[in-house]
């Protein structure tokens, strides 16, 4: 992240002796990015980080992705699909769509998640609804409706619901952060950012858990391990740096407007590699005199456009069955715009009430099962009126 931070005990110089009370040395712990060449923390543990006791494969609960063949614009419904009872944040996640750079899916959980680390990419989640507590290596972060929580490859951590959690997860295959264009080149948000670092919430505090023979789940590149720790990975001290996990809210994002309509871009909150994330949320629309303010037709060239509607009311789409829950996805190939009549309605508005987060990627996205069973078959002829010929 673009700011240095320290939290709990360190010692006063790097890569030296740092003892605990009891004269044994704390184990020091460099995690960082691009080969010792980008943003880096150092951790203190009480125990080395090390130490595995046992490794055994696990099945993948991914599942498989199919393409979007025959191409057409999707609409899917997690407000339709069905939870049992002892679902986690982690495990019990779905998933919808992915490719090559990035997979997303959906959970709807109430129980803890176990131990877990992203050695793939880093972990870009957002709180569709409900509250729970982020424990990872580096503290807790407390999260709640509209939060994004970004949490770097290979940081340890656990996700415990209060209540029912409902959560949305894009799982990167790299490295997810602000759009460089905000950023200085020290890595300061500039003037003209949606969003700076007041907006961002860090953990403030260690957390220290006792315990032998912990087991972590860790997605690699090759799969998923458990692996059993000798101690309990919840066991750091101090640490320093600027890379750790964060919270930002949607409600903190300053939208971007113009006379006329603005384009995707001025929403863009977080890039990835083959993929951006951008905020919808309620502003002042355009106010030329003659502006249409819902967006123009336009023709994904080089990307395919998810959106998940996640408050308020869509103006765009009004009458294609879409509403909070919904999940459409218009891939590259197909022309889309608003539903008809809604450029019409449009005119002389002043304010939308609609929150949404979007994806776009530039590979296309693949289909897994749980999207084929909550999708709305007709959403494709909602421009039309019309069914299928064949």
């Not at 006063?12 to 020091?28: I, M, N, V």
């Not at 090390?50 to 899917?76: M, Q, S, W, Y």
């Not at 049992?84 to 019990?92: F, Q, R, Y």
């Not at 218009?330 to 608003?338: E, M, R, S, V």
Request: include cysteine; charge should be negative; hydrophobic fraction near 35%.
């Amino acid at each position: 992240m673009p700011h240095y931070r320290r939290v709990g005990q360190i010692p006063g110089k790097r890569h030296t002796a740092f003892r605990a009370p009891d004269g044994s040395l704390y184990a020091e712990e460099l995690m960082g990015v691009e080969g010792f060449s980008a943003d880096s923390a150092l951790l203190y543990h009480r125990f080395p980080p090390t130490a595995i006791v046992d490794a055994v494969g696990v099945e993948d609960f991914r599942g498989t992705l199919v393409p979007n063949h025959p191409l057409k614009p999707r609409h899917l419904r997690t407000q339709d699909m069905k939870w049992g009872s002892g679902t986690d944040p982690v495990t019990g996640r779905r998933t919808l769509l992915g490719n090559a750079d990035v997979v997303i899916s959906f959970a709807v959980a109430t129980e803890p998640s176990p131990l877990y680390r992203n050695a793939v990419g880093d972990e870009l989640l957002y709180v569709q609804g409900g509250s729970a507590v982020v424990e990872t290596v580096n503290g807790t972060l407390e999260v709640g409706d509209g939060d994004y929580v970004v949490l770097p490859t290979s940081t340890t951590h656990r996700i415990v619901p209060r209540g029912e959690l409902r959560l949305y997860a894009i799982e990167a295959t790299g490295h997810v952060g602000p759009p460089k264009r905000y950023l200085s080149t020290r890595g300061q948000f500039l003037e003209h950012s949606p969003y700076c670092e007041r907006d961002l919430r860090a953990p403030e505090a260690p957390l220290l858990v006792d315990g032998e023979d912990v087991d972590v789940l860790v997605r690699h590149r090759a799969g998923l391990t458990r692996f059993t720790y000798a101690h309990h990975p919840f066991d750091v001290v101090g640490w320093d740096g600027c890379l750790y996990p964060w919270a930002f809210n949607i409600r903190d994002f300053e939208p971007i407007t113009g006379r006329i309509h603005q384009p995707p871009p001025v929403h863009q909150t977080f890039e990835g590699p083959g993929f951006v994330v951008c905020s919808f949320v309620p502003r002042k629309v355009d106010y030329h005199p003659e502006a249409i303010p819902v967006p123009y037709n336009h023709a994904n060239v080089d990307s395919d456009e998810l959106m998940f509607y996640v408050g308020g009311d869509y103006e765009a789409r009004k009458g294609s069955g879409i509403a909070i829950g919904s999940l459409s996805l218009h891939p590259a190939g197909f022309t889309h715009g608003p539903q008809p009549g809604a450029a019409e309605a449009s005119l002389g508005a002043e304010r939308f009430d609609e929150t949404a987060v979007m994806v776009d990627t530039f590979r296309p996205l693949d289909l897994a099962d749980p999207a084929t069973t909550c999708e709305d078959p007709d959403y494709a002829w909602t421009w039309s009126r019309r069914a299928p010929q064949s």
